[in-house]
């Protein structure tokens, strides 16, 4: 059964602090991995791509441990505009599904 | 830049009724889905779709649902006798490889 499971939210930090978000995936069969962040009643769209070395993109660190089968994500120097859900996303290459995690609702304070 | 489009945005239909959400995925992708989210819940695979055949299917897509992809550009999801249970966001999404891109979604209310 292929399953993604996050840490439950949400997560109330104040503006310009560091948040972490962990995920984990079951079945270790080769996978690729992301990030989406999904507004209220909006459509999920690409945060990033995880990548197996990690990979950094501004204010945001994907790491991936395929040994413990769990990925994270950190967001630096938070701004309000990050409040938002932040779903972890496996693809199965064998197969052709893309599997959501339940998601991890953020709220940045003033 | 390229989007998926989905429409209508919102549909309201009779319990019993058939619906159909039609979806443009981006022109050159190969690989296409459905999605559902019922409200304050995660976003569910209900299938996806490539070489003109259903690929994968969840448990949720059974045969009240079917998919089509009638002319080379737009990509149907068809619900045959909706439920109430069936009231949630829909949303479709296509890929070329790597990552898939989402349509804003159908919001489909079953009264």
């Known amino acids: 059964r292929k399953e993604v499971e996050q840490d439950p939210g949400p997560f109330n930090v104040p503006e310009g602090a560091t948040v972490a978000f962990n995920c984990t995936y079951s079945?270790?069969?080769?996978?690729?991995f992301f990030w989406y962040r999904q507004d209220c009643r909006k459509e999920p769209k690409l945060l990033m791509s995880?990548?197996?070395s990690g990979n950094e993109d501004g204010r945001f660190t994907a790491q991936l441990n395929r040994a413990s089968q769990y990925i994270s994500l950190l967001i630096r120097d938070s701004k309000l505009s990050d409040s938002a859900t932040y779903l972890c996303v496996v693809k199965w290459n064998r197969d052709d599904k893309i599997i959501f995690g339940k998601g991890t609702r953020l709220h940045i304070l003033p | 830049e390229p989007e998926v489009t989905q429409t209508p945005s919102h549909q309201v239909t009779q319990m019993g009724q058939e619906v159909i959400l039609r979806c443009v995925p981006i022109?050159?992708?190969?690989?296409f889905y459905w999605y559902r989210q019922i409200l304050g819940q995660k976003v569910e695979f209900l299938v996806s779709f490539y070489n003109n055949e259903i690929s994968e299917k969840s448990e949720i897509f059974d045969d009240q649902f079917s998919v089509e992809r009638p002319d080379g550009s737009n990509f149907t999801l068809k619900i045959r006798s909706t439920k109430l249970e069936d009231s949630a966001m829909y949303f479709c999404a296509s890929r070329l490889q790597g990552h898939a891109f989402f349509g804003q979604g159908t919001r489909l209310t079953v009264v």
């Open positions: 022109s050159n992708h190969l690989y």
């Open positions: 079945n270790s069969a080769s996978q690729s």
């Open positions: 995880v990548y197996s």
